[in-house]
Nanobody, 127 residues
Framework: VQLVESGGGLVQAGGSLRLSCAAS????????MAWFRQAPGKEREFLAV???????NYADSVKGRFTIFRDNAKNTVYLQMNSLKPEDTAVYYC??????????????????????WGQGTQVTVSS
């Protein structure tokens, strides 16, 4: 599975960006897809996941500001980011998890759950 992120860039605080992650080489609709970010000197941080049955989870730090959604026809997952803050500055990565059973109890919020990763896209929020 190959993942390619796009949509990063420089934005002022309070602005918005939409990130995209295009997948190829696998059964996209069967995967849990997530967004993480990593700032310099910090660990990779979970942001949001959308499961194969379209259930979602969000980190508290982005709940109400970020929205994850997917278009299975385009093999693409998106992250709509609103009300951006300087502390949102990081490299943003998407991950794919092929172990999503479809159960409503299945969770995948740690980076170890994801077998496939994109190369990342830089998001910089200026104050």
């Amino acid at each position: 599975v190959q993942l390619v992120e796009s949509g990063g860039g420089l934005v002022q605080a309070g602005g918005s960006l939409r990130l995209s992650c295009a997948a190829s080489g696998g059964t996209f609709s069967a995967y849990a897809m997530a967004w993480f970010r990593q700032a310099p000197g910090k660990e990779r941080e979970f942001l949001a996941v959308i499961y194969r049955r379209l259930r979602t989870n969000y980190a508290d730090s982005v709940k109400g500001r970020f929205t994850i959604f997917r278009d299975n026809a385009k093999n693409t997952v998106y992250l709509q980011m609103n009300s951006l803050k300087p502390e949102d500055t990081a490299v943003y990565y998407c991950g794919a998890d092929s172990n999503d059973s479809g159960s409503s109890y299945y969770t995948a919020v740690g980076p170890h759950a994801y077998e496939y990763w994109g190369q990342g896209t830089q998001v910089t929020v200026s104050s």
